[in-house]
């Protein structure tokens, strides 16, 4: 079963920029795919970005805005979130996931998954804050 362990979060000011980081182990074959999404305070979870691991392909949501980078560094099984310009309403917890098929996360971070489908694995999250 995979595991994802999310780090890179802390207390910003608006405009200032964090780079996230997933750490990705076991499961291989159930970590093709992996994806970053956020939970506000008050509001449902929405994605924001996945990565094809083996490719590099990208797929974002309008959530991302072209402020977030999603990139893959396959060698240490890392994801990572570039986030810049960063501003309050981007404050919650982040959290990464991952799945062996990719086009059920894109679905999901999307938030066209209407089947039900669970992925394979989820972080525990890293609080984002961002102070005005």
């Known amino acids: 079963q995979v595991q994802l362990v999310e780090s890179g979060g802390g207390l910003v000011q608006a405009g200032d920029s964090l780079r996230l980081s997933c750490t990705a182990s076991g499961g291989t074959f159930e970590r093709s795919a992996l994806a970053w999404f956020r939970q506000a305070p008050g509001k449902e979870r929405e994605g924001l970005s996945c990565i094809n691991v083996e490719d590099g392909r990208v797929v974002n949501a309008d959530a991302v805005k072209g402020r977030f980078t999603i990139s893959r560094d396959k060698v240490e099984d890392t994801v990572y979130l570039q986030m810049d310009n960063l501003q309050p309403e981007d404050t919650g917890v982040y959290y990464c996931?991952?799945?062996?098929?990719?086009?059920?996360?894109?679905?999901?971070?999307?938030?066209?998954?209407?089947?039900?489908?669970?992925?394979?694995?989820w972080g525990q999250g890293t609080q984002v804050t961002v102070s005005s």
């Open positions: 996931a991952a799945d062996g098929a990719w086009a059920p996360l894109v679905h999901e971070v999307l938030g066209e998954n209407h089947s039900g489908y669970k992925l394979d694995g």
